[in-house]
């Protein structure tokens, strides 16, 4: 292992730009390309804002937990953990437009994001336990230009 960082936040909405940053400051170490770093931003926020709406309905008392590791050879894992009503069907929450709250005009796209832009993603969840997603990325080894 190269490094890694665990940040635990309150389930509040604006904690998801604070998690976003701060995950992206955290994998700059690496170096990776600004799409690199746009898909990794952006699949923190799928997963944290699925952890607040869907996980906790929306309570504010409640922790969500990134780990971020990364590794030699420009290998990325990511694990975001909540212990909200965990997922019924994953499969069916991984279905492109599928959404457990429709009446709130999600789009249901979130898993779909996080597979199309993760080399992997692996779900857990248990019922009133919780959610743990783990996702991989290797990304591309690039010369820095500032030493």
Request: contains cysteine; proline residues 2%; glycine residues 4%.
């Amino acid at each position: 292992m190269k490094n890694e960082m665990e940040l635990t936040f309150l389930s509040v909405s604006k904690n998801e730009a604070f998690a976003r940053a701060t995950v992206g400051a955290f994998v700059s170490q690496l170096d990776p390309t600004m799409d690199e770093l746009t898909e990794i931003k952006t699949v923190v926020s799928e997963a944290v804002t699925n952890a607040i709406i869907h996980g906790y309905n929306n309570k504010t008392d409640c922790y969500i937990t990134i780990q971020c590791k990364t590794f030699e050879e420009q290998e990325l894992e990511l694990t975001i953990i909540d212990h909200g009503v965990g997922i019924r069907n994953i499969e069916e929450a991984k279905e492109p437009l599928y959404t457990s709250k429709p009446h709130l005009e999600r789009s249901g796209m979130g898993f779909t994001i996080m597979e199309s832009f993760m080399d992997s993603l692996q779900i857990t969840s248990n019922l009133n336990e919780g959610t743990t997603i783990v996702m991989k990325k290797q990304l591309t080894k690039t010369k820095s230009v500032c030493h």
